[in-house]
C-alpha cells in the first residue's frame, strides 16, 4: 500500500523556467511534509517542509504547496538550473511519539541547459 | 556534508553471513533512523532509536537488530544475509524526536 505516491518517474525542464514536481498521499494522519534531493551515490538532502497548518512554505527558490483536501502537494522550483538535476524524494510523516518517514518513491528531474 | 557519518560505504558478502553497519549522528542529535533503499521498495523505514531506546519499528526483518549506543552512535545487525538484502542502508539523524531529519551517504551492500 502506498501512501504517498509520485506519479511521475521523470522530468524535464529547460534552464531558467519553472520545475513542478508532484506528490500525492492518502492517509489524513499524515502531519508533516517534506522534500528531498538526491544525487546518486549520495544520501538523501533535506530541501524544504511544510506543516499541515500551512499551505505554503518558501525557501529561495524552492516553494512547497499543501493542498490538504486534495490531499496533494507540489515542490515549486524557480528558475530551475541544471544542478537541480537529480531524484526528489516526497516524504510524510505522523509525527506523534515518532517521526518515521514515509517516502514516495522519486522523480529525476533533468534541467537541459 | 549532512554531518551524519556512515561505515563502511561498501560492503561485499556471501549469502548466510552477518555484516555490521555503523552510524554516527550529527554532534547534539539524540535520534536515529534507519532506512533501507532497494531498487523495488524505495526508502523504506526500518527502525528509529531515541537516547538509547528503540522507539519505532517500520518493515524490518526478524534477521535485522540495532542498538544505539550511549555515545548516541548506532549498529545496523544484518544476518543470515540473503540475496534480496542487497540494497543501500540509510541512517538519518534529528536533534529530537520531531524535527527534520539529515541523512548520511549510505552504506551499499551487496550479498553474493
Known amino acids: 500500500d502506498q501512501q504517498v505516491k509520485q506519479n511521475s518517474p521523470s522530468l524535464s525542464v529547460q534552464e531558467g523556467r519553472i520545475s513542478i514536481l508532484n506528490c500525492d498521499y492518502t492517509?489524513?494522519?499524515?502531519?508533516?511534509f517534506l522534500w528531498y534531493k538526491k544525487y546518486p551515490a549520495e544520501g538523501p538532502t533535506f530541501l524544504i517542509s511544510?506543516?499541515?497548518?500551512?499551505d505554503k512554505n518558501e525557501d529561495g527558490r524552492f516553494t512547497v504547496f499543501l493542498n490538504k483536501s486534495a490531499k496533494h502537494l507540489s515542490l515549486h522550483i524557480v528558475p530551475s538550473q541544471p544542478g537541480d538535476s537529480a531524484v526528489y524524494f516526497c516524504?510524510?510523516?505522523?509525527?506523534?511519539?515518532?517521526?518515521?518517514?514515509?517516502f514516495g518513491t522519486g522523480t529525476l528531474l533533468a534541467v537541459q541547459p | 556534508d549532512s554531518g551524519v557519518t556512515q561505515t563502511p560505504k561498501h560492503l561485499i558478502t556471501a549469502t548466510g553471513q552477518r555484516v555490521t553497519l555503523r552510524c554516527s549522528p550529527r554532534?547534539?542529535?539524540?535520534?536515529v533512523y534507519w532506512y533501507q533503499q532497494s531498487l523495488d521498495q524505495g526508502l523504506q523505514f526500518l527502525i528509529q532509536?531515541?537516547?538509547?531506546?528503540?522507539?519505532a519499528k517500520g518493515n524490518i526483518l526478524e534477521r535485522f537488530s540495532a542498538q544505539q549506543f550511549p555515545d548516541l552512535h548506532s549498529e545496523l545487525n544484518l544476518s543470515s544475509l540473503e540475496l534480496g538484502d542487497s540494497a543501500l542502508y540509510f541512517c538519518?539523524?534529528?536533534?529530537?524526536?520531531?524535527?527534520?531529519?539529515?541523512f548520511g551517504p549510505g552504506t551499499r551492500l551487496l550479498v553474493l
Open positions: 538519518a539523524s534529528s536533534e529530537r524526536q520531531l524535527e527534520t531529519q539529515y
Open positions: 492517509n489524513s494522519m499524515f502531519d508533516y
Open positions: 511544510i506543516s499541515s497548518i500551512k
Open positions: 516524504a510524510a510523516s505522523y509525527g506523534g511519539a515518532t517521526n518515521k518517514l514515509i
Open positions: 554532534s547534539g542529535d539524540l535520534s
Open positions: 532509536y531515541y537516547n538509547g531506546e528503540e522507539r
